[in-house]
């Protein structure tokens, strides 16, 4: 079993929907998690970075992590055709151990 | 902020000649920097882990004597794959810690390398 899983779509929604990703993790002693966004031959950008549970927002976005679960999710509202992408979903142990171990990425494609 | 470059954005060269590739992060200081490769709709997988000054760690499986990977200062690290091959064909992505900001990885543009 992988540590972190995710599901690798594509996921396809039209202009103005509301995307929801998710990821689910073994490890309960991943306290860091974040989402980045890949472009096809780009290298990935940081959207959010969360520690432990809860919620956090970001214009268009919002990161939910529950422990609990070890699930993990990114909501982005109003979502636009620029939006398509690889969102990949990564996470770490406490600051002294900074290797992430990554999700396979969700390909998202948002249609005009 | 924290913004990594990578330098070439793309090489083709032919099998037998060693490629550099160069990361830099441009406005912070990173101790740490990280070496992927990823291959078409894969996720990243990690090569390296370089620290400034000392010697990278090297995940299970890669070749430390292929990949050469040398972090010379707190803004520049170096990937050199030697003796290419056509199988090293494929995209090297680096990242740097910022551990003074979010104390998370900042990736840059990436290098597609092709050996032909």
């Known amino acids: 079993q992988k540590e972190v899983e995710q599901d690798p779509g594509p996921l396809s929604v039209p202009e103005g929907a509301i995307v929801s990703l998710n990821c689910t993790y073994s490890?309960?002693?991943?306290?860091?998690f974040m989402w980045y966004r890949q472009y096809s031959r780009k290298g990935p950008e940081l959207l959010m970075y969360?520690?432990?549970?809860g919620n956090k927002e970001d214009g268009r976005f919002t990161a939910q992590v529950d422990k609990s679960s070890k699930y993990i999710s990114l909501f982005i509202r109003d979502s636009q055709p620029s939006d398509s992408a690889t969102y990949l979903c990564?996470?770490?142990?406490?600051?002294?151990?900074?290797?992430?171990?990554f999700g396979t990425g969700t390909r998202l494609l948002v249609s005009p | 902020g924290a913004v990594v470059s990578q330098h070439p954005s793309w090489v083709i060269c032919k099998s037998g000649t060693s490629v550099k590739i160069e990361c830099r992060s441009l406005?912070?200081?990173?101790?740490?920097m990280f070496w992927y490769r990823q291959f078409p709709k894969q996720s990243l997988m990690l090569m390296a882990t370089?620290?400034?000054?000392?010697?990278?760690?090297?995940e299970q499986g890669v070749e430390k004597d292929k990949f050469l990977i040398n972090h010379a200062s707190l803004t520049l690290s170096t990937l050199t794959v030697t003796s290419a091959h056509p199988e090293d064909s494929s995209f090297y992505i680096c990242?740097?810690?910022?551990?003074?900001?979010?104390?998370?990885?900042?990736f840059g543009p990436g290098t597609r390398l092709t050996v032909l």
């Open positions: 406005d912070f200081q990173a101790t740490t």
């Open positions: 969360t520690y432990s549970s």
């Open positions: 370089s620290n400034e000054g000392s010697k990278a760690t090297y």
């Open positions: 490890n309960s002693a991943f306290q860091y």
């Open positions: 990242s740097a810690r910022w551990s003074s900001g979010t104390d998370t990885q900042y």
């Open positions: 990564a996470m770490r142990r406490n600051t002294g151990f900074q290797k992430l171990v």
